[in-house]
C-alpha cells in the first residue's frame, strides 16, 4: 500500500531542490516594492545556487532592482554560480567594493572562471582586488589555453613529503591557516615537487600517527598535464571515479589540482553542448538570451536547412508525373519521410552520445554498425506490416501496400545507418560529431525515403 499522499498537479509541478513557485512570486513582489528587509528575509534561508537561479529568472529591469536592493549580500558562491550568459551584466551592476569583496572569497579556479570571458578592463578591475598572490595564481592560469586542465585547476593544494607520518600531517593541517575550503586529498611531493601519489583524508584520519604517509597511498593517483583538454580530463574523472587529481607542468611540477565537482561540471558542459548541436541551435545558446540573439543563433542552421530541404523538393520534382496519375501518393509520402527522420534522429542521438563518452570506437564500430542495421530493417519490417495493411485497407490497393511497405524497409534501414555512420564519419574527420549531424541524416532520410517510395510507386503502380 503506498502511504503517500496524492499530490495536487500544482505540487507536482514543484522542484524539491528549487525555489517554488511562490517564493519566486514573493521575491518578484519584494523586488517591485522596492522592499529590501522583506526580499533579505525571503532570499537568506536559500542556498547560493538557488539565489543565482531566481537571479537569473528575472527579468533584466527586476534583475537589476534586485541587485540594487541585495548587493551588500552578493558574495563570490553566488557570483560564481550566476550564469555565464548573465554574469558580465550583474558584475556591472554591483559596486565595485562588492565585487572585490566577492572575488576574494574565490578560490582561483572558480575567480579564472568568472574572468576568463569578461572584457579586458572588467578583468583587471577584479584582478586588482586580489592579494597578490592569488592574483598570481590566476594569471598563471589564465596564461594556459583555454579549455585546458591548467584552466580548470585551482592553485591552492595541500602537499607533503612522503615521509611524513600521519601524527605529522594532521598537526600540519590543524596548524595551517591558509587551507582550501574543500580538499579531499593530501598530494605527496618529492623535494623538486614532482607529485609521488595522494593520501584521501579518510584514510589519514583511520590511520595510526606513527603511519607513514608514502605507506597509506591510493592505487587510483594518476596526474594530468596542464595543457590537456578539459573533456579529457573530465572523461578520466568519470571512466577511473576520480575524486581530485594533480596538475603538473610540462617538467612534471605540480602546479594544481583539479576536484570532481569541477570535472563534472565540464562533463555537463559537453553533454549540453552536444544537445544543443544536434538540435542546431548553437552552443552559446542561453534561455536569458533576448529574442534577437536567439534568431541570431539560430537562423544559420535553418538557411542550412533550407538549402538541404531544396534536394528533397528536387527529388519530388522527378517523379511530377507520377505524383500527378496518383494523387494520394502526395498524402502517404510525408508518412515515409516522417518516420525515417524520427528513426534516425533515435539512431544519431546514442551514437554522438557514445561517441562523447568514448563508448563507440574503432574496435566495435563494425559490431555497432551492424546492430544498428539489424534494428533498421527489423523496425523496418514491423512498420511495413502496419502500414502496408493500412493502405491496403484504407486505399482498397494491395500493390499500393506493396509500395508502403517497401519503401518504409528501406527509409527505417537508411536511418539507422546515416544515425550512427553520418557522426562517426564526422569524428574519423577530425570534426565534432554532433555539428550538423542532425542536418545531414534529417536529409537523408528525406530524400532516401521520397524517392525510395515515388520509386517503388512509378515501378509498380504505373
Known amino acids: 500500500m503506498n502511504d503517500r ?4 498537479a500544482e505540487a507536482e509541478d514543484e522542484d524539491d531542490f528549487a525555489p517554488s513557485r511562490a517564493e519566486v512570486v514573493a521575491i518578484e513582489a519584494a523586488v517591485d516594492a522596492d522592499d529590501g528587509p522583506q526580499l533579505d528575509a525571503l532570499l537568506e534561508p536559500l542556498h547560493a545556487a538557488d539565489i543565482a537561479d531566481i537571479i537569473e529568472q528575472l527579468t533584466p529591469t527586476r534583475r537589476r532592482a534586485l541587485l540594487r536592493l541585495y548587493s551588500g549580500e552578493i558574495d563570490g558562491e553566488i557570483l560564481s554560480e550566476i550564469d555565464e550568459a548573465i554574469r558580465e551584466e550583474v558584475i556591472d551592476a554591483l559596486p565595485r567594493e562588492v565585487v572585490a569583496e566577492a572575488v576574494r572569497e574565490m578560490d582561483t579556479d572558480d575567480v ?12 583587471a578591475e577584479i584582478l586588482a582586488a586580489l592579494d597578490e598572490s592569488d592574483r598570481a595564481a590566476v594569471e598563471q592560469s589564465l596564461a594556459w589555453p583555454e579549455y585546458s586542465a591548467g584552466r580548470l585547476m ?9 615521509h611524513w607520518t600521519v601524527g605529522e600531517t594532521i ?6 591557516e591558509e587551507l582550501p575550503d574543500q580538499f579531499y586529498h ?4 618529492d623535494p623538486r615537487r614532482h607529485p609521488t601519489g595522494y593520501v584521501t583524508l579518510g584514510r589519514l584520519l583511520s590511520s595510526a600517527r606513527n603511519v607513514r604517509l608514502a605507506d597509506i597511498t591510493e592505487d587510483s593517483f594518476r596526474t594530468i598535464d596542464a595543457d590537456e583538454y578539459e573533456g579529457d580530463v573530465a572523461y578520466a574523472f568519470n571512466q577511473y571515479h576520480l575524486i581530485s587529481a594533480p ?3 610540462s617538467h612534471d611540477r605540480l602546479v594544481g589540482i583539479i576536484t570532481i565537482d569541477d570535472a563534472m561540471a565540464v562533463l ?6 552536444d544537445m544543443l548541436k544536434l538540435a542546431g541551435v548553437g552552443e552559446e545558446s542561453h534561455v536569458t538570451d533576448n529574442a534577437i540573439q536567439t534568431a541570431r543563433q539560430r537562423l544559420p542552421w535553418l538557411v542550412v536547412n533550407l538549402f538541404t530541404a531544396s534536394l528533397s523538393a528536387l527529388v519530388i520534382s522527378r517523379f511530377e508525373h507520377t505524383i500527378t496519375s496518383l494523387v494520394t501518393l502526395a498524402a502517404l509520402m510525408p ?3 516522417s518516420t525515417g527522420g524520427i528513426a534516425g534522429t533515435q539512431s544519431l542521438a546514442v551514437a554522438v552520445r557514445a561517441l562523447a563518452t568514448r563508448d563507440l570506437t574503432s574496435g566495435n564500430a563494425r559490431r555497432v554498425v551492424l546492430r544498428e542495421l539489424l534494428a533498421g530493417m527489423l523496425n523496418g519490417l514491423g512498420l511495413a506490416l502496419i502500414l502496408g495493411l493500412g493502405g491496403s485497407l484504407l486505399f482498397g490497393s494491395p500493390w499500393l501496400g506493396v509500395v508502403l511497405a517497401g519503401a518504409m524497409i528501406v527509409n527505417q534501414i537508411v536511418a539507422a545507418l546515416g544515425g550512427v555512420l553520418v557522426p562517426l564519419t564526422l569524428s574519423r574527420l577530425g570534426l565534432d560529431p554532433a555539428l550538423a549531424s542532425g542536418t545531414f541524416v534529417t536529409t537523408l532520410t528525406d530524400v532516401m525515403g521520397f524517392f525510395a517510395f515515388l520509386s517503388l510507386a512509378t515501378w509498380i503502380l504505373l
Open 112 to 123: 579564472v572562471d568568472l574572468v576568463e570571458d569578461l572584457d579586458a578592463p572588467d578583468r
Open 186 to 189: 593530501v598530494v605527496l611531493v
Open 247 to 249: 596538475v603538473v607542468d
Open 335 to 337: 508518412i515515409v519521410a
Open 5 to 8: 499522499a496524492p499530490q495536487t
Open 171 to 176: 598537526d600540519y593541517l590543524r596548524r595551517e
Open 154 to 162: 585551482q592553485s591552492e593544494v595541500v602537499t607533503a613529503p612522503g
Open 268 to 273: 555537463d558542459e559537453e553533454h549540453e553542448e
